[in-house]
């Protein structure tokens, strides 16, 4: 199975500003098609988790455009640009290359 | 929009089976572009994918290694609903499952049900 790690594990933000997450995958995510199997999912506090950003950089439908992925091969990037109170949570990256789909262990996010 | 509303009991004995049921609507289950799985969740686990079904010219279903010849995975079209059966749980498999729709094409898990915490105990 594909290992992921986050880095890090938990994170205290001022609103308004800048946030960043990292991920790695155990081996490259980039598919013979070009596109790069990776997404972001927010878990809110007492909520199931709901889709950010899928094949590495694309904005799932009514996601805000201060979230923004990046990255390549096994090292990606979730940037928040700006962060409010609402984006309060856990976030966790997911390869989806191959079955078993394999999640990061997850990036506690607050507000301070 | 996709509703995903899941059923079933919250509390197994160990060596029963677990068993869910996941209703669709606002789609179908034998939809060509989607996949529809089961995730769970645990403390000590974290997420977990569980496996999937999926419908092109036939139906195909794909489990995680760890648990195959435990699990099944059904897609119910006279129901339009997905079901799960765990067998021979112990009370490591205690967790909060999920049903979710996954889209074609990498497209990410577009849906999620609302989340059923079952705990394995005697």
């Known amino acids: 199975d594909i290992v992921m790690t986050q880095s890090p594990l938990s994170l205290a933000v001022t609103p308004g500003e800048p946030a960043s997450i990292s991920c790695r995958s155990s081996q490259s995510l980039l598919n013979r098609n070009g596109n790069t199997y990776l997404d972001w999912y927010l878990q809110k506090p007492g909520k199931s988790p709901q889709l950010l950003i899928y094949l590495t950089f694309n904005r799932a439908s009514g996601v805000p455009d201060r979230f923004s992925g990046s990255g390549s091969g096994t090292d990606f990037t979730l940037r928040i640009s700006r962060v409010e109170a609402e984006d309060v949570g856990v976030y966790y990256c997911m390869q989806a290359l191959q079955t078993p789909f394999t999640f990061g262990p997850g990036t506690k996010v607050e507000i301070k | ?122």
């Open chain 2, 1 to 122: 929009q996709v509703q995903l509303q899941q059923s079933g009991p919250g509390l197994v004995k160990p060596s029963q089976t677990l068993s869910l049921t996941c209703a669709i609507s606002g789609d179908t289950v034998s939809n060509k572009n989607d996949g529809w799985g089961w995730i769970r969740q645990s403390p000590s686990r974290g997420l977990e994918w569980l496996g999937r079904t999926f419908y092109r010219s036939q139906w195909q279903t794909d489990y995680v290694p760890h648990v195959m010849g435990r699990i099944t995975i059904n897609p119910d079209t006279s129901k339009n609903r997905l079901t799960l059966e765990l067998n021979s749980v112990t009370p490591e498999d205690t967790a909060v499952y999920y049903c979710v729709k996954t889209r074609a094409l990498g497209q990410g898990i577009v849906s999620w049900g609302q989340g059923t915490l079952v705990t394995v105990s005697s």
